[in-house]
């Protein structure tokens, strides 16, 4: 049984940093790309920023470029995902999700986010941003 696991989330204050992980349960992710989505209240849900099978093949949302960063410990079968200067519009349930379909080119492209590309998802953690 293929699964995600995503403990952390929480609440932060603007401008604060926020680390989520995502561990793989029943696959290894070497041959898998693992990309974060969210889902703010009343929005759709936005892709955020994807990590390929490759080191160098990493992707990101415009609305998270500079402040998000993602790494992968494939010992531990776990991705990372840093968010740093954290904006209260960054509130939102954030899933990770893992894609065999995706390759190391369309990892560091648009494609990345698109949600249909991605069959395993995580349960989702909440993160909200407010003072």
């Known amino acids: 049984h293929l699964q995600l696991v995503e403990p952390g989330g929480g609440l932060v204050q603007p401008g604060g940093s926020l680390r989520l992980s995502c561990t793989t349960s029943g696959f290894s992710m070497e041959d898998y790309a693992i990309s974060w989505f969210r889902r703010a209240p009343g929005k759709e849900l936005e892709g955020v920023i994807c990590k390929g099978r490759q080191d160098d093949s990493t992707y990101s949302a415009e609305s998270v470029k500079g402040r998000f960063t993602i790494s992968r410990d494939s010992v531990l079968n776990t991705v990372y995902m840093q968010m740093n200067n954290l904006k209260p519009e960054d509130t939102a349930v954030y899933y990770c999700?893992?894609?065999?379909?995706?390759?190391?080119?369309?990892?560091?492209?648009?494609?990345?986010?698109?949600?249909?590309?991605?069959?395993?998802w995580g349960q989702g953690t909440q993160v909200t941003v407010s003072s």
């Open positions: 999700a893992a894609s065999n379909r995706i390759t190391d080119a369309q990892a560091m492209g648009v494609i990345s986010l698109v949600s249909g590309w991605y069959d395993v």
